[in-house]
């Protein structure tokens, strides 16, 4: 991944940062300048609370270059409370038990090395929303 | 605007091409369709392409494949959009004729992917996708097309086996093509037992990496029958883009552009959908055969399935789909796809189907998809009589 790219699109990895729509209150991400429900333009950053449920899911098993050393994994559409589906990867949870309407939480993971001399990319995935115990 | 119409079409078998490369391809494909339309000259070419860089590592085919044709001069130049690249070529050749400005336009869909490996190709075609938002994230371009087929699978209450029928049909028809890649029929059994790619789509759901190359040839109408004892009239072409975003779109398990795309060829034709014989559709998986048949309005939503079930969708059924083996069987060499599509439509309507021949073919429609959704270019061509 080119070192710019990776910095230019690191508060939407990160943090979710997206945004907010000052004509009609969409929540978007990701930031695409144009708010896709009332095409005006929508330049307000909006952060994300990351929770959210499983909408689709698949579990890879032929990987592009670069993830072949990590099948097979999970990845998901999520659709976030806050309104958009968001595509990312599932982790700490087994194929086997993933579900549609799954609630999920966001948490900051390796995505994948680039390269021997490369960065170690992260990003969001989501993982099953933890079970609070009460004490 | 001027008439047009497909006064030749040239192909070259849907293989794993390592004796050739992309410009014999190109050459061979070309060649073969300008003899069948008896044309020496052309005012231009577009070749319909989607990953000569970064599979081929080679650009400029325009110039590079008009060079090597012995058309040296002609303006030539390459089309894009993804896996509908080969139906954009169609579509821009098509305005170039209509408009006036030119009068023999030969139309191409080129694709070389099996000089490189495995992960170097899924990571290609994902290119498809949205780079920064899906493919970073180490999406294939089948696992996109498995969550709309999960999805769809959950809103619709389908298995995995309802699916079968889309991926058999193909194969059968694979067998009639000298042309198509697989030409061996398959069983349900093989089909329920195919090893996953990106789970729920396994092997014998997913069209396969291939080499190949179709050609057509485009000319006003009011001059076609000089050329070509069997003419063929393009009476609508059209393109609708929706977003290159799964997660962009309003309701993933509508393809948008695809009914806009549909609907404006409709238009454009001043026919409806139950007007057309038959339609070879984008069945890159079965999952877009089933959201195919739904957008282009052959199937209420959801029920796309169904017609795959009911044997809707075979040779002698109420809409034969893919016809010569689709995506699935002749093979996917993604940006030659759409050209493939249209010389399949205009051999049926020019009755040299052999044994794939369907009775009755009058008006016939292609739909070329690129990525998920985002750029769908359809064709309804129909035999002057």
């Known amino acids: ?135 | 605007m001027r008439d047009v119409s497909i006064i030749g079409v040239g192909q070259i078998p849907v293989a794993e091409h390592w004796d050739k490369s992309i410009r014999e391809m190109g050459y061979l494909a070309l060649s073969a369709a300008m003899r069948n339309a008896k044309v020496t000259v052309l005012d231009a070419l577009y070749v319909g392409n989607m990953l000569s860089g970064e599979l081929a590592r080679q650009e400029h085919l325009g110039a590079l494949i008009a060079d090597f044709s012995g058309l040296r001069g002609v303006e030539a130049v390459k089309i894009e959009a993804a896996c509908a690249s080969g139906g954009a070529a169609m579509r821009m050749g098509y305005m170039a004729v209509a408009s006036g400005l030119c009068n023999f336009v030969a139309v191409m869909g080129v694709e070389k992917m099996t000089d490189q490996q495995g992960p170097d190709i899924t990571a290609g075609l994902a290119m498809a996708a949205d780079g920064d938002y899906e493919a970073l994230h180490g999406l294939s371009f089948v696992s996109i097309n498995a969550l709309l087929m999960r999805r769809y699978m959950h809103e619709y209450g389908y298995t995995k086996g309802d699916f079968a029928n889309f991926a058999i049909n193909a194969h059968a028809n694979g067998v009639g093509n000298p042309n198509a890649m697989f030409r061996a029929p398959i069983t349900f059994k093989a089909f329920s037992e195919a090893k996953s790619v990106a789970d729920p789509i396994n092997l014998l759901d997913s069209s396969p990496i291939a080499d190949g190359a179709a050609c057509a040839i485009l000319a006003p109408t009011a001059i076609a029958s000089e050329f070509s004892d069997k003419p063929i009239r393009v009476r609508a072409s059209s393109i609708a883009t929706d977003t290159v975003s799964l997660h962009d779109r309003r309701e993933p398990l509508w393809l948008e552009a695809a009914a806009l795309s549909a609907s404006r060829a409709y238009d454009m034709a001043g026919v409806r959908a139950s007007d057309i014989s038959f339609f070879e559709l984008h069945d890159a998986f079965t999952i877009m055969s089933a959201l195919s048949l739904e957008a282009a309005g052959f199937a209420a939503r959801g029920h796309g399935v169904r017609m795959a079930q009911d044997g809707s969708i075979g040779r002698t059924g109420k809409l034969p789909i893919t016809t010569m083996g689709g995506l699935k069987a002749r093979g996917h060499p993604v940006g030659a796809t759409g050209m493939y599509q249209i010389a399949e439509v205009a051999l049926q309507l020019r009755e040299e189907a052999g044994p794939n021949q369907i009775a009755n073919a009058s008006l016939g429609m292609a739909q070329n998809i690129g990525g998920s959704g985002a750029t769908v270019v359809t064709t309804i061509l129909e035999r002057i009589k």
């Not at chain 1, 978007?28 to 609370?49: M, N, Y």
């Not at chain 1, 995935?125 to 079970?131: A, D, I, L, S, T």
């Open chain 1, 1 to 135: 991944m080119e070192v710019s790219r990776f910095w230019r699109t690191t508060k939407q990895r990160y943090q979710l940062i997206g945004e907010v729509c000052g004509h009609c209150g969409t929540k978007i991400f990701p930031p695409r300048d144009v708010c896709p429900s009332c095409d005006l333009e929508a330049k307000t950053p909006f952060e994300f609370g990351g929770k959210g449920e499983v909408f689709s899911y698949s579990t890879i098993h032929q990987a592009p270059a670069g993830f072949e050393k990590y099948v097979p994994y999970t990845v998901a559409l999520v659709k976030l409370e806050e309104g958009p589906l968001i595509t990312a990867q599932l982790t700490d949870v087994d194929e086997c038990d993933v579900k549609i309407g799954m609630p999920v939480e966001m948490v900051t993971r390796a995505l994948r090395e680039d390269g021997e001399r490369g960065m170690l990319i992260y990003s969001y995935k989501f993982r099953p929303v933890m079970e609070s115990k009460s004490i």
